[in-house]
Every structure is written in structure tokens, then in C-alpha cells.
């Protein structure tokens, strides 16, 4: 049986409340706990559906959480509501996960088993000093005869 992906369990507060409280809030609401409060309700009623957004589009679970987490942190590092606030968070998060998916793919371009090889490994050994390494193993293999 395959396991569905289930965001969080999360305390549903109905839409409608959640923009009255946003609707509600000034800039002065914003300094105090107000603010908190309403990004909150935001994360509250809609993290689920961002991350069912973003897990649709990467299909991994946990990738989805933290793009999703993100993307209300940022809300709340902002320190005021935009004008859409839902809007907003679903853009920051398929952006940060636009980003990922990018940093994921150039590192799987840029870091082959070829050039990893060329980047980590000694470069290879001159004829002369291959013959002198073969004599050495050679003697050694002697004297342990």
C-alpha cells in the first residue's frame, strides 16, 4: 500500500475569519501581537493547501513542508501583510521551490562522477614514475616472501 502524503494537522479556521482579522489590521497592528496573530490564522488556514501546491509539483513530502514553511516565515520576516497575503505566500513558495529544483539540477550537471574524479583524485602518474612505482611494490612483495 503506498503512504499519501499529509501535511501537518493543522486547526482549520474558516477563510472568512481569517481575512476579517487581516482586514482588521493596521500598521500600528501590525508592531504589536496583531500581526503574529494574523500570519498565524494565514499559516493556520492555508499552509495545507500550499503544501499540497508544492508537493503536487515535487512529489516529495518533505521538500514541500519546508518550501511551504519558508515561505511563511518570509511572510512574517516582512513584518506587514500584502495585499493578497495568500497569493503572496503561494509565490514565494513555488519560487523557493523553482530555486531548489534549479540548485538541485545544476549540481547534478556540474558534480559528475567524471569531474569529480578529475576534482578530487591526483592526476595520474608519469610513465617513469608508474615503472618506478611497479619496482617498489615489486621489492616490497619480495621481501615479505
Known amino acids: 500500500m503506498g503512504s499519501k502524503s499529509v501535511p501537518p494537522t493543522v486547526v482549520e479556521t474558516p477563510p472568512s475569519e481569517v481575512k476579517s482579522r487581516i482586514d482588521r489590521l493596521t500598521p500600528e497592528a501590525a508592531c504589536s501581537g496583531a500581526f503574529r496573530a494574523a500570519v498565524e490564522d494565514l499559516f493556520t488556514t492555508h499552509f495545507p493547501r500550499v503544501f499540497r501546491i508544492v508537493n503536487r509539483l515535487s512529489g516529495e513530502p518533505d521538500l514541500a513542508a519546508d518550501v511551504a514553511q519558508e515561505a511563511f516565515v518570509s511572510l512574517y520576516e516582512r513584518g506587514s501583510l500584502p495585499d493578497t497575503p495568500v497569493a503572496w505566500v503561494i509565490t514565494v513558495a513555488l519560487n523557493r521551490f523553482r530555486n531548489r ?16 574524479a578529475q576534482v578530487l583524485s591526483d592526476p595520474p602518474p608519469s610513465p617513469a614514475q608508474a615503472v618506478a612505482g611497479d619496482e617498489a611494490r615489486d621489492r616490497v612483495r619480495a621481501a615479505i616472501q
Open 101 to 116: 529544483a534549479a540548485k538541485r539540477s545544476r549540481r547534478l550537471r556540474l558534480l559528475t562522477a567524471e569531474r569529480a
